[in-house]
């Protein structure tokens, strides 16, 4: 009868859990309106009811049930200023920072989707449990705590299938033609503040590029399609004349806000760029539809008659398109067949219509020839400040270095060196024990200028090249890092020695603030650009913005026009891609290495 009692009170602990599900469509339902306040607090108070259930279960079977939960994201540190800071946000108090977090936290772990299936489906089974408890009892309760570990406990990640694929990249179509629409709606509002307000032109425009760079950020996520950003740098803030005012054509104004305005606006109109997005904003909801409604309407043809066959209980969805109508069990199973081949017809093509319609989106949205050399011209300014930043940085590192250490060291022992001459001919004793102390600092001052030279290029670098010099960074790493590498023989030094010392800075960040114990390192050298992707366990939430140690990662690429990629959701783990183009040394070189090693 324990068991019994014990089976109908889960059940009733999971039929409550359908007012969970109520609540967070509601929650989800105001998310989509702009409401996006209520929806983590409903869904973390959904887990207290989940948790409660895994407590239960472990307490009446037997069966211990982990948390399935990704770790929660740190609190908010407070600045020395007494600012709280995210990214390059400042806030006065902490809460909107622990909110988008915790939000962020929900949304990327999976284990929220497993929760949100579990209450769907749980009270009906767990009263499915309860009721074979009366004739079977401790049984059905085991059975229970198996179906709820199924559910509810941490699960390993595991490849995708293949119809799981086809449907998310038919998703990935149907979520780039909706953010096309959202585009096109955005092309209309610049068309009417143009012939209308035209002031307010650079804010919507402002507005159209963000949507226009959604569509450019997600087909490189969802496709690999890459589409770089089109627009010509704005131009610079006003500078006062000699009189303190601001001019602006042959206008003279006592404040910068309208030359600023003014410039902004003819910066925009004379970009071919906003024009070229005001174009993508009609075209890709017009014809990218017909990549994508092919396929949308055979899979759900297919998905519609399949359940009309066994479920629904009139199967004219077949004459519509010309079938002979279903009247009989065998002219189901005869007529399963097709409705399965509709699927698969209209899974198949995703992959590649998907690309097209990105391939299409880059030829619209993608950089001309023209905005390619204005970016270009910008950015080689902005790296010329950039290098002679990290150069002065650098001399004066080194200068500290030897002025606070061998410099100290050499002047000692020149001290004792005029004690030994003083002390040799009446304390023959004591010069021998100070010849012994300087024979140890010259040791010791050899090790430390080793040691500044190798922080400068180490020896390993130059002689052996750039993966063994990882790997041998990897052997002093506390973390245990497994690296991996294809790179056809020896790079440019220079870029050997960016990517070197970018990599080490990366297992030094993941070791000191990610409290990670693995990563792993892979390099690899395609197509004229050297990448190093670091990825480790820890606790995530690294920020480009706040670490010094990743701004000098990205100075020191700036000199290479590379870039620094970071992935470091809260709870981990976190992606470090650094890209480095470059050409192989036209020197001798080592053969080519494709290997795997691991180090502890």
């Known amino acids: 009868m324990t068991s019994v009692r014990r089976a109908w009170a889960l059940a009733g602990l999971a039929v409550v859990s359908w007012v969970d599900v109520l609540l967070e469509l509601i929650a989800f339902a105001l998310l989509c309106v702009g409401l996006v306040l209520f929806f983590s607090p409903v869904v973390e108070l959904a887990r207290i009811r989940s948790r409660r259930t895994r407590e239960l279960v472990g307490q009446w079977t037997g069966r211990e049930i982990p948390s399935p939960y990704r770790p929660a994201p740190p609190e908010p540190q407070r600045e020395r200023d007494g600012w709280y800071r995210d990214g390059t946000q400042l806030y006065r108090r902490a809460w909107w920072i622990r909110w988008n977090r915790r939000f962020t936290w929900i949304m990327e772990d999976p284990a929220t989707g497993r929760e949100f299936g579990w209450q769907l489906l749980n009270p009906l089974v767990a009263l499915v449990f309860a009721g074979l408890s009366l004739v079977s009892g401790p049984v059905a309760l085991r059975g229970y705590a198996r179906w709820t570990a199924y559910w509810l406990g941490p699960r390993a990640p595991r490849g995708k299938s293949w119809p799981h694929r086809r449907l998310e990249t038919l998703g990935h179509q149907l979520g780039l033609w909706a953010i096309s629409l959202a585009q096109l709606g955005m092309t209309v509002a610049q068309l009417i503040v143009l012939f209308g307000a035209v002031p307010v032109f650079p804010t919507v425009t402002r507005a159209s590029r963000a949507v226009a760079d959604t569509f450019r950020r997600e087909a490189e996520r969802w496709t690999g399609v890459r589409i770089a950003q089109p627009y010509v740098p704005p131009p610079a803030l006003p500078i006062p004349r000699g009189d303190g005012l601001y001019q602006f054509g042959k206008q003279l104004y006592e404040e910068p806000w309208w030359p600023m305005r003014r410039a902004r606006l003819r910066w925009m109109l004379r970009d071919r760029a906003t024009w070229r997005d005001m174009a993508a904003g009609v075209v890709l909801p017009v014809v990218t539809p017909v990549l994508w409604v ?25 004459e519509m398109v010309g079938l002979p109508a279903v009247t009989s069990t065998g002219g189901a199973f005869a007529m399963t067949p097709v409705t399965l081949a509709a699927v698969f017809l209209g899974l198949l093509p995703t992959r590649w219509s998907v690309r097209a319609q990105a391939k299409l989106g880059r030829w619209l949205l993608g950089p001309t020839e023209a905005s390619r050399l204005a970016q270009r011209v910008h950015r080689l300014d902005q790296n010329r400040v950039e290098v002679t930043v990290a150069q002065a940085a650098e001399l004066r590192r080194i200068e500290r270095d030897l002025h606070d250490g061998i410099q100290s060291r050499l002047v000692a022992m020149g001290m004792k060196l005029g004690a030994v001459e003083a002390l040799i001919d009446h304390d023959p004793d004591k010069a021998k024990q100070l010849a012994a102390e300087l024979r140890e600092a010259s040791s010791e001052a050899l090790t430390e200028l080793r040691s500044l030279v190798r922080g400068i290029h180490p020896p390993v670098l130059s002689e052996r090249g750039l993966v063994d010099a990882v790997r041998a960074a990897a052997l002093d ?32 960040n993941a070791a000191k603030h990610g409290e990670a114990r693995r990563a792993t390192v892979a390099l690899e050298y395609l197509d004229g650009v050297l990448r190093a992707i670091v990825t480790d366990d820890g606790k995530g939430g690294a920020d480009a913005a706040r670490g010094t140690g990743l701004r000098g990662i990205e100075r020191r690429l700036s000199g290479f026009a590379g870039r620094l990629a970071l992935t470091s959701p809260p709870g981990g783990p976190t992606e470090a891609i650094v890209e480095v183009p470059c050409q192989l040394d036209p020197g001798p070189s080592s053969p080519k290495t494709s290997t795997s090693s691991e180090t502890a």
């Open 294 to 318: 092919p396929s949308a309407a055979l899979v759900f043809w297919g998905t519609y008659g399949l359940v009309a066959l066994w479920i629904g209980a009139g199967h004219g969805w077949f």
């Open 477 to 508: 790493s506390p973390l245990k890092v497994e690296v991996t590498a294809s790179v056809p023989g020896r790079l440019e030094q220079p870029a050997e020695a960016c990517a070197y010392f970018a990599v080490c800075e990366l297992l030094g």
